[in-house]
């Protein structure tokens, strides 16, 4: 299941991080460093969502 995990991360992930990101845009944060914050947010949402995912999956 960890191979399943870490695909579905590298998905769920990006996908969660590049929306918490336009999310932030929008929402008139500008600096980097919180979208950093923002991104690295998204990403580690992305780990429990990839998990549940899998487990599904199986």
């Known amino acids: 299941m960890t191979r399943l ?3 579905l991360h590298s998905m769920i992930g990006t996908t ?3 929306v ?5 845009l ?3 944060v500008s600096g ?3 979208l ?5 947010a ?3 949402v992305g780990w429990p969502i990839a ?8």
């Open 20 to 24: 918490t990101v336009v999310v932030a």
């Open 26 to 28: 929008v929402s008139g």
């Open 51 to 58: 998990r549940i995912v899998a487990r599904r999956i199986q």
């Open 32 to 34: 980097l460093w919180p």
């Open 42 to 44: 998204g990403w580690v």
């Open 5 to 7: 995990v870490l695909f």
């Open 16 to 18: 969660l991080a590049g």
């Open 36 to 40: 950093v914050g923002a991104a690295a």
